[in-house]
């Protein structure tokens, strides 16, 4: 994960602080604000180990919980009243909507699937970023770090989430290497369990366009670590992820598989809630 120390870093989302602790020990950036979306009590009780007491330490970091990233009325007052935009880089570990205990949820949600709803979420997140939490004068970046296993490469996230938001361009994407984060256990979203270790990527989004190929500042770098958006190419499925296709016949053979039947039903259901 590329991070400069000079950078002001908003954490969204997570479980035990073990990420944000290890974040501020192993990266010290300038000013780190680790929020969580449940109440500090929730997390301890949820929570056996948790890296509550390694936050708080200094005057450059703050801990907020009961953050809903897609809700301004849980984040401080001014943040959206003043529309303060303080951070360089917003990061979002393993995103995943909680299993709400809350019967009634699913049923007022109606028709919307789970995969939906999580990309809705990190729709709203990378809105967010855009709109409150990224200082324009700065490099502006939004990190999702996901896996290549269900439910994450269920959601399409390279192609989907910035769907029509003109304002917000997704950059490529980086190996995430957790063994430069001691510490840090990737929190299962409900449970006190932490999940395997499967090989994470971190995607980015921007506000801001490629730099030019001139530009020697860190942007540039950055982008020059990003893999190339391989699957955006023509050839392959932007959906699944597949090819790229030797033949117009090897295409529609892929078309016609239950996977790309499913993913293509939840694209539409994806297109369909944010029309
Ligand atoms: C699989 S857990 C990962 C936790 C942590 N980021 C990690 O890497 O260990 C998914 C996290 O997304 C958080 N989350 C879900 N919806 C959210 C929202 N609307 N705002 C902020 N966080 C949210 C959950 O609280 C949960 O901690």
Redesign the pocket.
């Known amino acids: 994960m590329y991070i400069k120390p000079n950078w002001r870093i908003l954490t ?5 602080l ?2 944000s602790a290890s974040l501020w020990q192993n990266f010290q950036p300038k000013q780190l604000t680790a ?4 109440s500090q009590q929730t997390l301890e009780d949820k929570y056996q180990h948790h890296a509550i007491d390694q936050l708080n330490t200094d005057s450059n970091q703050q801990v907020l919980f009961g ?5 301004p009325k849980t984040w401080p007052k001014d943040w959206s009243v003043l529309k303060e935009q303080q951070f360089d880089l917003v990061i ?7 299993a709400f205990e809350d019967p009634e949820f699913f049923h007022k949600m109606g028709d919307i699937s789970v995969n939906t709803l999580n990309r809705l ?1 990190l729709r709203q997140y990378l809105v967010h970023c855009e709109k409150y939490f990224l200082d324009p004068d700065g490099p502006q970046l939004c990190y999702i770090t996901s896996k290549d296993v269900k439910p994450y490469c269920e959601w399409n996230i390279e192609n989907s989430l910035n769907r029509d938001l003109e304002n917000i361009q997704y950059l490529g994407s980086m190996l995430f290497d957790i063994n430069k984060f001691p510490g ?6 409900d449970r006190d369990k ?2 395997k270790d499967t090989q994470g990527i971190t995607c980015v989004w921007s506000p801001k366009t490629q730099p030019s190929e001139n530009s020697e500042n860190h942007d540039e770098r950055l982008i020059a670590r990003l893999e190339s958006k391989t699957h955006q190419e023509k050839d392959c499925c932007k959906i699944c992820k597949a090819g790229p296709f030797v033949s117009t016949q090897d295409k529609i053979l892929h078309e016609q598989t239950k996977k790309h039947r499913l993913m293509q039903q939840y694209e539409d259901q994806f297109n369909q809630a944010i029309l």
Do not use: E
């Not at 969204?12 to 035990?16: A, W």
């Not at 840090?184 to 979203?189: D, P």
């Open positions: 969204i989302g997570d479980g035990d073990s990420f929020t969580v979306f449940d953050f809903d990233v897609t809700n979002f570990q393993f995103p995943l909507v909680p979420l840090y256990k990737v929190r299962n979203v932490h999940v």
